[in-house]
């Protein structure tokens, strides 16, 4: 069974920093894009930062300068540093991947930023 397993999410408080790990597994023949979406309560699904399998990476503006997406080929893993964090960034974080040309999500994780 393929599937995308996330880790990484908890409390933090503002300024702190987190890292999200995504690791694909099953039989896997190619992956494409990986990345990072957000949904916040009452607010729809957003990019957060994704990935190609050349490395070539876009981030949403709201986050530039504080997350870095970065993948492991060899791993079939992608992480999310996400450095000085905002109360404004609390939300559940999925994962995301074209696995085998196929749209893949994880189960989410929360990411909260409170004092």
């Known amino acids: 069974q393929v599937r995308l397993v996330e880790s990484g999410g908890g409390l933090v408080q503002p300024g702190g920093s987190l890292r999200l790990s995504c690791a694909a597994s099953g039989s896997i023949f190619s992956i494409g894009t990986m990345g990072w979406y957000r949904q916040a309560p009452g607010k729809q699904r957003e990019l957060v930062a994704d990935?190609?399998?050349?490395?070539?990476?876009k981030r949403a503006v709201s986050v530039r300068g504080r997350f870095t997406i970065s993948r492991d080929n060899a791993k079939n893993t992608v992480y999310l540093q996400m450095n000085s964090l905002k109360p404004e960034d609390t939300a559940v974080y999925y994962c995301y991947a074209k696995l085998d040309s196929r749209d893949s999500w994880g189960q989410g994780t929360q990411v909260t930023v409170s004092s």
């Open positions: 990935i190609t399998g050349a490395g070539v990476t």
